[in-house]
């Protein structure tokens, strides 16, 4: 939009510069012409009257005028008449225009081209004796309009060297007026921006023409309200999350307790299928809770030791991998001191939804690789699998909500562990990516900011 109204402000003023300065450069152009012609005219019949006259004195000032023109003006004086006056100027050819002049009585004027002007201006001036006698002669005065051209390109030159030192200034005044008078709709574009990121909070100065003020506060009201129910919601979610985990807790208690008293193999596997079910409820409860913790964003991010928070997660996790003979193995070029910006306790649910997915899905005797890489102002923190891995459509849906991939333990996941993953990574300012691993599995990348606290 900025473009467009630069475009249509210089535009309006090139037009305004061509209704003003070309008719003043075509009237000038005129005026320079009928300037010269007059002059030329005026010399030619003053020297044209001494021609008539004929006698010694008149033809020596003749003779000393053209000599003087001459050497004066870009002009030459040419004679045709008596031999006995000025017999040292050159005498002009003969053709239609010294055929006029001498048969007819006719003075003639040749620019030489029908635009503008030709290399030269060709005057042909009649000699009559008293001025309307018999015509005894003809002066010619070539005239050669070189300098007249140069003064021509000066004319038109600076002006058009003004007009776009004029349009110069015209684009910078109209770019800045186009940011001022775009700049509300730019602060509603970065709202919408932020809107569309996840940020609720954002909102938009009331600022501009009253069109843009009555659109910001709507949008500001809207916004407002979208952000107080989805509140509402995400409390609703956390409590009622909070309140099942009690129930469920006593459920999974009473199912074991049945199993423990129940002899018959087919009741007890149907306790035991029940079992399983109020433990996949629970998981999905916890996961919600968690994520409607992670939405609610209560602590900022803070600068944090990121190997500690690694070696700590994988000595939690190990036991449980070694159970199944999956080795865990920390790489990377990363020293003790690297720091991020993280909240606290953020990155260690990260870690412990992707190491959970990565255990789930690994086959027995493989190998997790956790990788830590420094990388400029972000270090990137990935987890490799010996797993599955999966398609480039099931990448696409990992993150959304109660998505369950197809692991080796089948779809007994909450569908909310990556989704989890990417709201904690993105409230801290980071990234998260899924990629195949080498030899197959799957890569789960997350970029994080690095802390300036960083030691190097």
């Known amino acids: 939009m900025i473009r467009q109204l630069v475009r249509s402000y210089i535009l309006l003023v090139a037009i305004a510069i ?176 932020k809107f569309s990121d996840g940020d609720l909070t954002a909102r938009s100065p009331v600022t501009g023409p009253p069109e843009t003020q009555t659109l910001a506060r709507t949008l500001n009201q809207g916004a407002e309200r979208l952000d107080t129910l989805i509140a509402a919601q995400r409390i609703f979610v956390a409590d009622a999350s909070h309140q099942l985990r009690t129930p469920l807790t006593a459920l999974r208690l009473s199912l074991d307790n049945i199993a423990d008293g129940v002899e018959d193999e087919f009741v007890r596997e149907d306790v035991e299928q029940a079992t399983a079910e109020v433990v996949r409820m629970s998981r999905l409860v916890n996961g919600l809770l968690v994520l409607a913790r992670a939405e609610a964003k209560v602590a900022a991010a803070e600068p944090l030791t990121l190997m500690d928070i690694v070696r700590e997660r994988l000595a939690v996790w190990r036991p449980a991998a070694d159970e199944r003979g999956v080795t865990i193995a920390l790489r990377g070029s990363a020293d003790g001191r690297l720091s991020v910006l993280a909240s606290p306790g953020a990155l260690d649910q990260v870690l412990d939804n992707v190491l959970s997915n990565a255990l789930e899905v690994s086959p027995d005797g493989g190998t997790i690789t956790v990788r830590v890489e420094p990388q400029g102002d972000v270090v990137g923190l990935s987890i490799l699998d010996e797993g599955p891995g999966m398609s480039d459509a099931e990448k696409s849906r990992a993150f959304d909500r109660f998505w369950r991939g197809q692991g080796l333990t089948g779809k007994s996941g909450s569908g909310l562990g990556l989704a989890v993953v990417k709201q904690l990574v993105t409230d801290d300012g980071g990234t998260v990516t899924l990629g195949d691993a080498p030899g197959g599995g799957l890569s789960v990348t997350i970029s994080l900011r690095a802390s300036s606290r960083s030691g190097g």
């Open 18 to 193: 061509a209704l003003f300065t070309v008719p003043v450069a075509f009237s000038l152009t005129a005026q320079l012409r009928a300037d010269t012609k007059a002059s030329v005219l005026r010399e030619a019949n003053t020297m044209s009257l001494l021609l008539a006259n004929g006698d010694t004195t008149s033809c020596q000032a003749l003779q000393q005028m053209a000599d003087a023109y001459a050497q004066e003006t870009p002009g030459d004086v040419q004679v045709s008449g008596p031999a006995h006056c000025a017999p040292t100027l050159e005498r002009p050819r003969r053709d239609s225009a010294l055929a006029k002049a001498l048969d007819e009585g006719y003075r003639t004027t040749d620019w030489g081209s029908s635009f503008i002007w030709g290399p030269d201006l060709v005057i042909t001036d009649p000699a009559r004796v008293g001025g309307k006698g018999p015509v005894v002669g003809a002066v010619r005065i070539v005239y050669s309009t070189h300098e007249m051209t140069n003064r021509l390109w000066t004319i038109w030159g600076f002006r058009a060297i003004l007009a776009l030192l004029v349009l110069g200034v015209a684009a910078v005044i109209g770019a800045v007026a186009a940011r001022r008078l775009t700049r509300p709709l730019r602060q509603l574009n970065d709202m919408a921006s």
